[in-house]
């Protein structure tokens, strides 16, 4: 199996949905000899900013010379991104070999008479084999769906467990309450285990605590008063373990504040635990830390925006950070989303202030299509400034050649936000 034929087998795995549940995977990694329980894992669920915590947990600890396996979803322009290790991506022929692997595994348990693995499975799968085989000294895995059923799950174990920001998403996989949803989220938990939680409502924090305390496991909820802005617009952080002073991060947005203060806790703890990490390593890997697609500016004469805000609470904090950067100049707004995401729920204050709107297809099946975007918009907000635009070369071109006194944003679904990525840094 080469490359291509890797790719087009798990992305062929479609098919077969979507199934919240672990026995699957048990029996496919059992096949595989279990290589994720010699893993030492940071295992990180939530709605919302499970990518920007991973990346900087991830950052620092390449920078303090651990070995770093780094596990994420969806992608955004490359398959290959799903899988890294200090920031290298899986390189073709290291997919190609492990998929093969995986794949002799399925068809073992297809004979056996069970179910086919679905995708996110396979790719999981492919995933643990692949940073066992390299020999990593640490796995940032993020959870994809959930967290109690999400394939990630199988692990026995884990160093930490992060839960990021919880919002409603996937009410029909998770429920359609904050409280059960942070209850699906919680299953990430293990036993005796340590757990660093993103500052939010009482509601969720306490169904986080209630199941942590069924599992003997210690509830740790970073202070943000620890991290300050100086007088130079740069940040100071100070604690018991660390004290940098004057550094910067990549990531924009009050939100992106308290992402890093979860990040630097569960750095403080994995210190604690013996592993080395000091002041040097954690600030020169978050000023390093960068993910694509998060408040990402991509040029500037016009200002050209990319984000991956695709529900409710993102949008609404995409839109804080930029409100502050718009000033006197108008916006340009392109919009593509899930239909699943609920659009409907569009922040008001980001439609009042947008000049024009445009509305785009995601390449999904799930995809809201622009035109009935469009219809939603107009008739949601009594607009009459949406357009809907038919492909993205169409969008690039609109947005490439706005004045200089646009800002102009692209926002959405990664399947959207990724090949508008690609096409901006082409032309």
């Known amino acids: 199996m080469d490359y291509n034929e890797a790719i087009n087998y798990i992305h062929s795995t479609y098919r077969f949905g979507s199934k919240l549940g672990l026995d699957n995977i048990k029996r496919l990694m059992n096949k595989l000899g279990n290589p994720q329980n010699n893993l030492k894992i940071i295992h990180v669920a939530g709605t919302n900013g499970k990518g920007s915590i991973s990346t900087m947990i991830r950052s620092v600890l390449t920078e303090s010379g651990y070995r770093t396996g780094f596990f994420i979803s969806p992608y955004l322009e490359r398959f290959t991104e799903r899988i ?5 991506e899986i390189s073709r022929n290291d997919l190609a070999t492990t998929t093969t692997d995986v794949k002799k595994a399925v068809e073992e348990i297809l004979q056996e008479g069970y179910s086919h693995p679905t995708e996110f499975e396979i790719v999981t799968a492919i995933g643990f084999l692949y940073f066992f085989r390299k020999e990593v000294d640490f796995l940032v895995l993020e959870v994809g769906l959930g967290g109690r059923f999400d394939a990630t799950n199988v692990i026995e174990n884990s160093l930490v467990s992060v839960i990021a920001s919880i919002s409603l998403e996937h009410t029909e996989y998770l429920g359609d309450t904050l409280e059960k949803i942070a209850y699906e989220k919680s299953g990430i938990i293990k036993d005796n285990n340590t757990v660093v939680v993103y500052p ?5 924090l306490n169904v986080i605590k209630t199941q942590a305390d069924i599992k003997n496991s210690k509830v740790y909820i970073p202070i943000s ?22 550094f910067t991060m990549n990531f924009k947005g009050k939100h992106q504040m308290k992402n890093l203060v979860v990040s630097i806790k569960v750095l403080e703890i994995l210190n604690n635990k013996g592993y080395k990490i000091d002041n040097k390593s954690l600030k020169k890997g978050i000023e390093s830390a960068f993910i694509p697609g998060r408040f990402e500016i991509i040029q500037y004469d016009p200002t050209i925006i990319i984000d991956v805000a695709h529900n409710k609470d993102g949008i609404d904090a995409f839109t804080d950070t930029l409100m502050p950067l718009l000033g006197s100049k108008k916006l340009l707004l392109f919009i593509g989303m899930l239909e699943d995401k609920k659009p409907e729920n569009l922040n008001i204050g980001l439609i009042n202030a947008s000049d024009r709107i445009y509305t785009l297809t995601p390449k999904s099946p799930r995809s809201i299509s622009s035109d009935k975007l469009k219809d939603l918009l107009n008739r949601k907000f009594n607009l009459d400034k949406v357009t809907s635009l038919s492909s993205y070369e169409e969008a690039v071109s609109i947005a490439k050649s706005s004045d200089k006194d646009y800002v102009v944003a692209f926002i959405g679904s990664f399947y959207m936000v990724g090949e508008i990525r690609t096409l901006l840094k082409k032309l």
């Not at 890294?84 to 290298?88: A, C, F, K, N």
């Not at 100071?236 to 004290?243: A, G, V």
């Open 200 to 204: 939010q409502s009482e509601e969720i």
């Open 84 to 88: 890294q290790i200090d920031d290298q």
């Open 225 to 246: 008063e620890n991290l300050k802005i100086n007088s130079q617009d740069k940040l100071n952080y100070t604690s018991d373990i660390f004290n940098i002073n004057n």
